[in-house]
């Protein structure tokens, strides 16, 4: 008999929905042509490509040249940071971001502080979330961006993003915010929300991983990172991945027509799942209680090790991740944790579960047993010794 598996590392990536693969399927081997031919083949691309395009602008209630497909999150946040940045050096040298954002921001972040730019990067509370008025005073009369997720990836924590969009709104800055993990269960109405740069990819709402898309307003001035046919307005060359794109505007579809119903089903899911893990002894969860995604689960469990946790759980068929799966074959404690005051010993004995579409309350019951079990075992033979907590 096959063995079980509850796959509750949906933070870390998706699998691809059947809705989506039918509506990819014809444009790989069908309408195939290249949306710069001028011939009926290509013609097909290219009208699949704006279809896809004037769907996207309808649910982020923007205009169509506002949508920019890519590769993916790390690009559309490459592009939207280092776009912004080289493109309005006369304005000032000057970023804001915050501690707790993805290594596709910090570690885009770090590159401009080597070309001459300033970064300031923002503590968050306890909770990961920013306070406004220490943001306030961190903008110089040379600041040009704030970037700050809408979402943690780590924690779920959610951030004040409309809060945030009205400083920068005041200031005259650009706001640019990496909705990567919002996407499937948040608001994404760019004009309710307020930002000018707004970060998606497939990977994260059960589309293909390798497409994303970066919204950004038409007046704002960036510096392409991809030069070549002058695809995507000018702005990001190289020929269209028409299947993706296709696909992308079908999962992302999906995802919001159905965000209010599946949000309020793994809510209460993940409620369930964090009050029974938080009866054994020596176990904290971290972010804020429920400001929160809905398939957020952050947990710490003292005395062992996340990684132990992860291979235990693998061989029962469970797949969970010990943080960022960008970042997963990095056994440092989480930049994440680090910088809400999670202590080092503790922070080291932290999963992060994410729960989706397939998660059952069977699946979660057979992996609290499943968690208990391991976590007594891992305690037993833990040099730190439990018993000094009882």
Known sequence: MAKKEVYLDNAATTPVRKEVLREMIDYFNLYYGNPSSFHNKGKEALDAIQSARKKIAEILNCKQNEIIFCSGGTESVNFAIKGVAFANKEKGNHIITTKIEHHAVLNTCEFLERDG??????????????????????????????????????????????EIAEVAKQHEIFFHSDACQAAEYLDLNVNNLGVD??????????????????????????????????????????????????????????????????????????????????????????????????NNINISFSDVEGESIVLYLNEKGIYVSTGSACNSKNLSVSHVLKAIGIPYEIAHGSIRISLGRETTKRDINYTIRQIRKTIEKLREISPLKFAKLK
């Open 117 to 162: 730019f300033n970064v300031t990067y923002l503590d968050v509370n306890k909770n990961g979330i920013l306070d406004i008025e220490k943001l306030k005073k961190a903008i110089t009369y040379k600041t040009i961006l704030i970037s700050v997720m809408y979402a943690n990836n780590e924690i779920g924590t959610i951030q004040p993003i409309r």
């Open 197 to 294: 740069l707004m970060t998606l990819n497939g990977s994260k709402i059960y589309g293909p991983k390798g497409i994303g898309i970066l919204f950004k307003k038409e007046n704002i001035k960036v510096e392409p990172l991809i030069h070549g046919g002058g695809q995507e307005f000018g702005l990001r060359s190289g020929t269209e991945n028409v299947p993706y794109i296709v696909g992308f505007a079908k999962a992302l579809e999906l995802a919001q027509k159905e965000r209010e119903a599946e949000s309020k089903r793994l809510t209460e899911l993940r409620d369930y799942f964090i009050e029974e893990l938080l009866k054994i002894p020596g176990t904290f969860l971290n972010g804020h209680s429920n400001k929160r995604l809905p």
